[in-house]
């Protein structure tokens, strides 16, 4: 594809203390699409300054308002579209995230291509897999199947004409804006696919077992959101992952200690289901060392499922999950 066709893409970058990622990941994009624009949301580290001295124009997320990585994808569209009205397509990337070579040009010959897909999303990786074990579950859970898919992540390239029919993404949403939004672009009648292609190389820079864990739980609080939002069939949105981390995390080991306390102690045996678990689960990508951590990851999950409960009971909006 030439210059040409690349002028019909904008670009959306969202972020807050970045630092050199920003800088890394702007690289890979100003000067290849139409227009970037990189919203951020209350950086401190002269990231905003960093973006405006490479041609960027910059959206500063109003943070008197609860901080959503839809609200800032969404508020980046729609400037995009103020400053070039008549762009077909958006590509969202996260701001710790570099777009790989070619990515723009493979992902917009497939939507021109295809006129009956909103959205196109390929291959993310890891950056550093080698850093710690959670960035290696990290560079597992990216590497989701090849073809038709029911959702995409935050790195995407998405038809405008499609963004716009739905309304874009859920502001209120903590976390798993992209799995909802399309739901509703495919109960449009939208479909998304997963190229066989290299899109970007993310960093989660996640280092530490207190990281993972809250990762987890905010996981555990958007299993919550989409399954209350569209849990109804024949969806069935995240109902699944949902139960399982309520049995799992909370069920099971809350039940096995009121039987050990109150009828035998011998029900504490029902804790061996957990290396069972572990055990069939070992044959998935990842091996043992991934199956430990899913078997794990049940229990602030089920956190995450708890919090998202409570906050519906009372009625409050849910706070940002962050991990980093």
């Keep these: 594809m030439g210059d040409a066709c690349l002028d019909r893409i904008g670009l959306v970058a969202i972020g807050r203390n970045e630092g050199e990622r920003l800088r890394a990941c702007l690289a890979s994009v100003v000067h290849r699409v139409a227009h970037v624009v990189y919203v951020d949301s209350g950086s401190t580290d002269g990231s905003v300054a960093l973006a405006q001295a490479m041609g960027v124009h910059v959206v500063n997320l109003d943070m008197t308002v609860p901080f959503t990585a839809a609200r800032a994808r969404n508020e980046g569209w729609r400037a995009l579209l103020q400053l070039a009205p008549g762009l077909e397509f958006v590509q969202f990337v996260d701001g710790d995230c570099v777009v790989a070579d070619g990515w723009l040009d493979k992902a917009l010959l497939f939507l021109l291509q295809n006129p009956g897909?909103?959205?196109?999303c390929g291959r993310r990786r890891e950056r550093f897999p080698e850093r710690s074990v959670y960035n290696r579950l990290c560079d597992l859970e990216w590497n989701t199947p090849v073809g038709d898919a029911k959702a995409c992540g935050g790195d995407a390239l998405v038809r405008v004409s499609a963004l716009q029919q739905v309304g874009g993404y859920r502001d209120d949403l903590i976390a798993g804006e992209e799995p909802e939004l399309c739901v509703r672009l495919r109960q449009a009648g939208w479909r998304i696919h997963r190229l066989?292609?290299?899109?970007?190389?993310?960093?989660?820079?996640?280092?530490?077992?207190?990281?993972?864990?809250?990762?987890?739980?905010?996981?555990?609080?958007?299993?919550?959101?989409?399954?209350?939002?569209?849990?109804?069939?024949?969806?069935?949105?995240?109902?699944?992952?949902?139960?399982?981390?309520?049995?799992?995390?909370?069920?099971?080991?809350?039940?096995?200690?009121?039987?050990?306390?109150?009828?035998?102690?011998?029900?504490?045996?029902?804790?061996?289901?957990y290396p069972l678990q572990i055990w069939r689960l070992r044959r998935l990508p990842g091996g043992l060392q991934r199956a430990v951590f899913l078997v794990l990851g049940k229990f602030p999950e089920a956190m995450g499922v708890l919090q998202f409960a409570w906050d519906r009971l009372w009625r409050s909006h849910g706070r940002l999950i962050e991990y980093k």
């Design 117 to 120: 897909y909103a959205v196109a």
């Design 196 to 273: 066989d292609a290299e899109m970007t190389l993310h960093d989660a820079a996640m280092t530490r077992f207190g990281q993972w864990w809250k990762r987890s739980k905010r996981a555990g609080y958007a299993f919550a959101q989409g399954a209350w939002l569209h849990g109804a069939a024949p969806e069935r949105h995240w109902v699944k992952e949902t139960v399982s981390a309520l049995v799992w995390g909370a069920v099971l080991p809350v039940l096995m200690l009121l039987l050990a306390c109150f009828v035998h102690p011998a029900w504490l045996l029902l804790g061996c289901t």
